[in-house]
Every structure is written in C-alpha cells, then in structure tokens.
C-alpha cells in the first residue's frame, strides 16, 4: 500500500524557516517522481514543486521560487521542502504527492501557519 | 499561466442520478509529446485529494466506472453515470502540461 506522510509543519513568524518531510512506503521511491502541493482557503489548491527521480531536475512556482528548495533522499525514501522567508500567504496546508503527470498518490498533509 | 475554469462551482444532486462537471483551460492542453495531461481529482471533507482520472478519460487503480472523463483540447468533462453517497465532495481539474501545473477553482457536488 502506497503511504505518503507528511510533517514538519507548524507555526512560524514571517521570515522564519520550516523544513517539511515526506517519508514514502509502499513503492520504489527513487522510480519516481515527487511533488509538493499547498492548498488555502483562499487560494484553493496550487502547486509548489516537483522534483525528478535522481533529485536533479527541479521546478517551481514562480512565488516561492529562491525561497524553497525541493530535494530528495532516496536511501531513506524521504522527500523534503525547505522554506525559508516564508509570508503570510505561504500559509496552508502542504501536501506530497507521487508523480506529477499525474499526482497519484497524496499525503495527508500538515499546515504551514505564518503569522506573527 | 494556463487558468482552468470549472463550471459549476456548486452541484445538487440525486443518488442515482446522473451528474457532469465542465473544465475549460485558457490555452490546449496537448502537450508536445503527443499527450494532454489532464486530470481529475476528488476531495471529500478532511481527506487529501484522490486522483480520478488521468490524461483525460483514463481511471486510475480502484476507481469505480460510474466515473468518466472526456474532451479535448481546451473542454474536458467529468461524467459520473449514477452519484452515490461516497460521491459527495469537491472535484477538481488539473493540468500538468504546462508549468506552472494549475488546478480548477474546484466544484462542489453534495446531495439534494
């Protein structure tokens, strides 16, 4: 059974740093694709950022792009999210997902709060 | 950005009837290589969303087959042939052909 979850949430003042976790099972993590996903109230769901299999291909949202860094440790098939200078909308729940074209499986997700 | 737009935002429905959700993207989702990656997700209250559907009209593991999808290019469709109880939720619309990957502002379907 595929298992995604996710933690490290919690939180933080703007212009603080968070590292999220995501620890897979189920699968043969280094085949895959990774992806974090956020979703707001406000904002509904948006992707964050996706990163290959070998962890050298990377891309992101052009917001958070320079203050998130997606990576991936395969020996421990764990993804990981660092935040750093996070903002008031960076608020939200994050979550992983395996693959990206498509997401096929989602964590359950942990909330990221940026408020002073 | 690629906008997706989803029509309607809200959906009463009876069981066993049938229901349908539109999405539309601002620009074709035929990717060069031939694909379209689009998909469909569905979130129920307090649970992540689960992926439906996947490069238009393909169920991904374990999904009933009263789910459907459609379209092309720019106008895709979610069709669920008889709605059940466990059906209630809100569905999404996804691209992944274009970065920055982007969702629909999602659809409410709850029972009448």
């Known amino acids: 059974e595929v298992q995604l979850v996710e933690s490290g949430g919690g939180l933080v003042q703007p212009g603080g740093s968070l590292r999220l976790s995501c620890a897979a099972s189920?699968?043969?993590?280094?085949?895959?694709?990774m992806t974090w996903i956020r979703q707001s109230p406000g904002k509904g769901l948006e992707w964050v950022a996706t990163?290959?299999?070998?962890?050298?291909?990377?891309y992101y949202l052009n917001s958070v792009r320079g203050r998130v860094t997606i990576s991936r440790d395969n020996a421990k098939k764990s993804l990981y999210l660092q935040m750093n200078s996070l903002r008031a909308e960076d608020t939200a729940v994050y979550f992983c997902?395996?693959?990206?074209?498509?997401?096929?499986?989602w964590g359950q997700g942990t909330l990221v709060t940026v408020s002073s | 950005d690629i906008v997706m737009t989803q029509t309607p935002l809200s959906s009463p429905v009876t069981l066993g009837q049938p229901a349908s959700i539109s999405c539309r993207s601002s620009?074709?989702?035929?990717?060069?290589?031939?694909?379209?990656?689009f998909s469909w997700l569905h979130q129920r209250p307090g649970q992540p969303p689960r992926l439906l559907i996947y490069?238009?009209?393909n169920r991904f593991s374990g999904v009933p087959d009263r789910f459907s999808g459609s379209g092309a290019g720019t106008d895709f469709t979610l069709k669920i042939s008889r709605v059940e109880a466990e059906d209630v939720g809100v569905y999404y619309c996804?691209?992944?052909?274009?970065?920055?990957?982007?969702f629909g502002q999602g659809t409410k379907v709850e029972i009448k």
């Open positions: 997902a395996r693959g990206g074209q498509p997401l096929e499986y």
């Open positions: 189920g699968f043969i993590f280094d085949t895959y694709w």
């Open positions: 990163i290959n299999p070998d962890g050298n291909e990377k």
């Open positions: 620009q074709s989702l035929l990717h060069s290589d031939g694909n379209t990656y």
């Open positions: 490069e238009i009209s």
């Open positions: 996804m691209q992944a052909t274009q970065l920055p990957w982007t």
